[in-house]
């Protein structure tokens, strides 16, 4: 898994940031981190830091001013990876959401099969949550039904947030063009490397809800995610 970074966004993640870290790395010793935190009051920047000094060559600690977006975040850690010979992006959670082991899938549907997204897809062959209450299943199932239908892309999960990227696809979409911070960034990725003509593939994966800590979900969120998505087809639109 040479070339493989894996870009895990953070605020107030202490009961989880070590055993991520851990988890990943246990999984390729070619695999690097970089952790975007939002200077997190719990201090989960400090316990970053303590683990560099196990891992000097391979976690990396990007520390923002304050909490300002998952997709701003996202953003700043594509940039800082596009600035190193990485091949393969993922992002992924840091509250175990997604599960480690999985990695490899995700590396082989672009490694070896060819897809220039690979989606850790939780609705590609039935619902794969674990732990979540049905209301919100059924809000974000129903909220990838949603946004295929206004988008037109077949893909299953529009808001997942555990991929793998190639790296062309991230050099090919201008990244300070996308303008959603929550869900709606993770379907405005999708939609970009859609209309970018890439080859998006997704995999099956279990999702399991946080045990530790706090969702960071919030009905601004959802709000940007539903009519976000209709801003976004318009404006796809327009530029044809």
């Known amino acids: 898994m040479i070339g493989t970074v894996v870009i895990i966004p953070t605020y107030n993640e ?12 246990s999984q390729s010793d070619d695999i690097h981190i970089l952790i975007v935190d939002d200077n997190s009051p719990d201090l989960t920047a400090l316990k970053v830091k303590e683990l560099q000094k196990k891992f000097t060559k391979r976690l990396f600690l990007e520390i923002r001013k304050e909490k300002s977006g998952l997709g701003t975040a996202y953003i700043h850690g594509f940039k800082w990876c596009l600035e190193r010979p990485y091949k393969y992006l993922f992002e992924m959670d840091a509250d175990f959401s997604h599960n480690p082991t999985d990695i490899i899938k995700l590396y082989n549907a672009c490694h070896t099969d060819g ?10 062959t039935g619902v794969n949550v674990v732990n979540w209450p049905m209301s919100r299943v059924l809000m974000s199932y129903l909220a990838s039904k949603y946004v295929r239908l206004i988008t037109g892309m077949k893909v299953h999960d529009t808001t997942a947030g555990f991929v793998c990227y190639k ?5 090919t979409i201008d990244l300070n063009k996308i303008k959603f911070i929550g869900y709606a960034f993770q379907i405005e990725m999708k939609f970009k490397t859609y209309l970018k003509k890439f080859n998006i593939v997704e995999v099956p994966v279990i999702f399991t809800d946080r045990i530790f800590g706090e969702s960071k979900l919030s009905s601004g969120i959802i709000s940007e995610a539903i009519f976000g998505v209709i801003s976004m087809k318009l404006k796809s639109l327009l530029k044809k």
């Open 167 to 171: 790296r062309v696809v991230l050099e």
């Open 115 to 124: 897809a220039d997204l690979a989606i850790g897809s939780r609705y590609i």
């Open 14 to 25: 202490i009961d989880n940031i070590e055993a991520i870290i851990m988890a990943v790395f």
